[in-house]
């Protein structure tokens, strides 16, 4: 049973701004959500009923966005628009919401670390949610069944990337067990593409064993000066059975810019309000 998942979320963003100057990367809007809701969604479908979010300065809409609005439940209410309180009631009552602080920005690993003791001893799930990822089986519920399936003790979600950009990512070397299923014997942080183990990229779903806190203690900073959630993982590859899963999905990164409005236009061209309206504008901007 996976119960709990960690969204780190303290990070500055960045590429994001000014956008990101006041407000909170994670909550950037797609189509009619705020990123972050994704992943919660995408966890909760899975079964994890405890968020745990790692926070910072200047974050506070995030914790607003997932507790209760009574002004606004209020007008509605009086408005009587029953389907808007609806929408917004169940943003609150889809899990249950705890926030840690990460008051200085010293990586991935460093972020994980300050959950530890609100996770405790027991298997746990790292969503980042600005890698948005649209599936018919939430990536979270693919990578718990493979958990369970091969008797796992950690499981990261990997996909194929082009060679160029492996080093944006975590790469693995595995051993191929069965179809998308590999066992990790290496892993490396943001590798030159020349010094990569392979091509296979860590995606941002992990399940982690609670061995990881002890290990992230241990960790030096790594590739960027920083406490590296893939040189934690690593330690623990020779003592405990980690997987990695080629998941099922498109995969958006709508960690920058143009990935994000990829993301954008392909959940608006899904949506049965926006997505006729949206693919004639599109075709008529092609022709300009
Ligand atoms: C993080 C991880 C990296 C992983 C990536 C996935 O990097 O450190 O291993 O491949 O997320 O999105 P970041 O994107 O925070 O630099």
Do not use: C
Not at 62 to 81: N, P, R, S
Not at 89 to 95: E, P, Q, S, V
Not at 145 to 170: C, F, K, M, T
Not at 262 to 281: H, T, Y
């Amino acid at each position: 049973m996976i119960r709990k998942a960690v969204f780190p979320a303290a990070g500055f963003g960045t590429r994001f701004l000014p956008a990101t100057k006041a407000s909170p990367k994670e909550m950037l809007p797609l189509v009619d959500k705020p990123l972050i809701q994704y992943g919660v969604e995408e966890a909760r479908a899975a079964g994890v009923r405890n968020m745990i979010i790692v926070t910072g300065r200047g974050k506070n809409a995030i914790e607003d966005h997932f507790d209760v609005a009574y002004e606004l439940e209020d007008l509605l209410q009086k408005k009587g628009d029953g389907a808007q309180l609806a929408t917004v009631r169940a943003i609150t009552d889809m899990a249950d919401f705890f926030y840690v602080r990460q008051n200085m920005p010293l990586g991935l690993g460093h972020a994980v670390l300050r959950t530890m003791d609100l996770v405790g001893e027991e298997p746990f799930a790292v969503v980042l949610s600005d890698d948005v990822i649209d599936s018919k089986v939430p990536v979270l519920r693919q990578m718990i069944d493979v958990y369970e399936r091969y008797s796992a003790d950690s499981v990261l979600a990997i996909q194929r990337v082009p060679r160029e950009h492996v080093s944006r990512y975590g790469i693995i070397k595995g051993k191929r067990i069965a179809e998308g299923v590999y066992e990790v014997l290496d892993m490396v942080e943001k590798p030159k593409p020349a010094r990569a183990p392979s091509d296979l990229a860590i995606i941002g779903r992990y399940i982690l064993s609670p061995a990881i806190f002890p290990a992230l203690v241990k960790t030096r900073p790594g590739a960027g000066g920083e406490i590296q959630l893939t040189d934690a993982i690593r330690s623990l590859a020779g003592r405990e059975r980690v997987l990695a899963y080629e998941f099922e999905g498109v995969r958006y990164d709508a960690g920058n810019k143009l990935g994000f409005l990829m993301a954008n236009i392909a959940f608006a061209l899904k949506d049965p309000e926006l997505g006729p309206d949206l693919r004639v504008f599109l075709a008529k901007e092609k022709k300009r």
